[in-house]
């Protein structure tokens, strides 16, 4: 059974920096894409970063971009995002997929994880 566990969400104050990470098993994801996207209240799921496992070759949204940095432990099957300078815009439900080739559309992945609610005060 496929499963991606997030972890490390949590309310923060703006400027500061925070590490998700996504806890993969189940199967290999080798030759897969893992991708972080984030859902605030009201708005579609949108494209965060990705990073191609096997290459480690790394995508990124503008809006992130210089800020978030995605990565992978290969021993530990877990894939990261680390956020620093946070904004309060960046405050949303981060989920982490997973698919075959890299797409910034959601609707692309195959396996998600459950998600990690990250919250940025002002």
Known sequence: QVQ????????????VSL???CAASGRT?????????R????????FVAAIRWSSGRTYYADSVKG???????????TVYLQMNS???EDTAVYYCA????????????DYWGQGTQVTVSS
């Open 39 to 46: 859902q605030a209240p009201g708005k579609e799921r949108e």
């Open 4 to 15: 991606l566990v997030e972890s490390g969400g949590g309310l923060v104050q703006a400027g």
């Open 19 to 21: 590490r998700l990470s």
């Open 86 to 88: 946070l904004e309060p």
């Open 29 to 37: 994801f080798s030759n897969y894409h893992m991708g972080w996207f």
């Open 98 to 109: 997973a698919a075959r080739q890299y797409y910034s559309d959601y609707e692309r992945y």
């Open 67 to 77: 800020r978030f940095t995605i990565s992978r432990d290969n021993a530990k099957k």
